[in-house]
């Protein structure tokens, strides 16, 4: 069975920085597409930031520059670096992965294509 945990949310003021990190378990790491999605309150979850085995990585246009996906094959974990966070980035910030090697831009809008996910982490960013 797959974990997904993830860690490092918390409250911050604007123009702040997080990192999440996301650790996997029981998995194949090296030959899956990874994600971060958030679920801003009382709106449908979407996609943040894709990964795949070839570090090739995407980002919805909201991130505007801002967040950097990575992955440390040697820890099993996936990060996702916040940086000029704004009081919209506020939500659940969820990890998720499925057994593709490679991720595809659109799979930012179909978090369907994922199979595996974590508990969340909560964001909260104050004005």
């Known amino acids: 069975q797959v974990h997904l945990v993830e860690s490092g949310g918390g409250s911050v003021r604007a123009g702040g920085s997080l990192k999440l990190s996301c650790e996997a378990s029981?998995?194949?790491?090296?030959?899956?597409?990874m994600a971060w999605f958030r679920q801003p309150p009382q709106k449908s979850r979407e996609g943040v930031a894709l990964?795949?085995?070839?570090?090739?990585?995407y980002y919805a246009q909201f991130v505007k520059g801002r967040f950097s996906i990575s992955r440390d094959n040697a820890k099993n974990t996936l990060y996702l670096q916040m940086n000029t966070l704004e009081p919209e980035d506020t939500g659940m910030y969820y990890c998720?992965?499925?057994?593709?090697?490679?991720?595809?831009?659109?799979?930012?809008?179909?978090?369907?294509?994922?199979?595996?996910w974590g508990q969340g982490t909560q964001v909260t960013v104050t004005a």
């Open positions: 998720a992965a499925v057994r593709e090697s490679l991720c595809y831009r659109v799979m930012l809008g179909r978090s369907e294509s994922f199979t595996n």
């Open positions: 029981n998995f194949v790491w090296r030959r899956s597409c």
């Open positions: 990964l795949d085995t070839d570090r090739d990585d």
